[in-house]
């Protein structure tokens, strides 16, 4: 069984940047979509950007294209969300994600995903 363990999160004033970042147990094979997802309480989770592992083709939520990027490390097995422009409305819980979702058209949807992090918050203060 795979596990993903996030870090990076924190707390940061709005304009500001951080960079998460998830390390896989084992080697996530090229057949594999990767991505960031965020909760805050009563809502849904919210996929915010996805990467094809084979191709390395991205995915992102309109509500952050153009400030988010999600990268790999194939040497390191790990995964990165790099955010700037930080808006408080970004504050939630950020999950790391791997699953054999098949198509970039459901790669911001949970559903797929059969691995998952534990979570990490990032607070964003105005």
């Known amino acids: 069984r795979v596990q993903l363990v996030e870090s990076g999160g924190g707390s940061v004033q709005a304009g500001g940047s951080l960079t998460l970042a998830c390390v896989a147990s084992e080697y996530i094979y090229s057949d594999y979509y990767m991505a960031w997802f965020r909760q805050t309480p009563g809502k849904e989770r919210e996929g915010v950007a996805a990467i094809r592992i084979a191709t390395a083709l991205t995915s992102y939520a309109d509500s952050v294209k153009g400030r988010f990027t999600i990268s790999r490390d194939y040497a390191k097995n790990a995964l990165y969300l790099r955010m700037n422009s930080l808006k408080p409305e970004d504050t939630a819980m950020y999950y790391c994600?791997?699953?054999?979702?098949?198509?970039?058209?459901?790669?911001?949807?949970?559903?797929?995903?059969?691995?998952w992090g534990q979570g990490i918050q990032v607070t964003v203060s105005s």
């Open positions: 994600a791997a699953g054999l979702v098949g198509t970039m058209t459901r790669v911001l949807r949970p559903l797929g995903y059969n691995y």
